[in-house]
């Protein structure tokens, strides 16, 4: 198929997405991009959220949570190396409430000993696991 590009989405665990795409959508560190086939070559890191996948043949998008990493884009492929993905059927919305709460709550306890960084980092990975919920949400309505 000429007009579409390979896309690989990996997290530290396991082959999340591996197929041909038409565009891809995904969060960059200076906001959204979008990836056509034969894209200029690129590399940059990416923010916690939604990873949105035109598979030719198919109505609705694959939908992939991404808690952060690495992207690298070729004219021919996309690699996506996640610190940590989810594939969008299975994101938990309550797990993300929760999990946001709980960073929120270790941020403002004013406590000696605590990481910021590490929670700061908690917190947008469950601020972005949740605006992919909304996505996915809007998406399929």
Known sequence: MANTIHVDVVSAEELIF????????LPGEQ???????K????????????????????A????????????EVQPNAVTV???????????????????????EESLTNNK????YAKAQAELAAAIGQLAAIA???QAKH
Do not use: M
Not at 18 to 25: K, M, N, R, Y
Not at 31 to 37: F, H, K, S, T, V
Not at 112 to 115: A, L
């Open 112 to 115: 000696t000993g605590i990481d």
């Open 60 to 71: 609705e998008e694959e939908f992939v949570f991404v808690a952060g990493g690495l992207l």
């Open 81 to 103: 190396l996640a610190d940590t993905a989810i594939r969008g059927a299975d994101l938990d919305e309550a797990k993300a409430q929760a999990a946001k709460k709980l960073a």
């Open 135 to 137: 996505k996915l949400r």
């Open 31 to 37: 906001g959204e991009l979008g990836i056509y086939p």
């Open 39 to 58: 894209h200029t070559p690129l590399i940059t890191r990416i923010r916690p959220g939604a990873v949105r996948i035109q598979v030719p043949g198919k």
């Open 18 to 25: 591996s197929g041909e795409a038409t565009f891809v959508a």
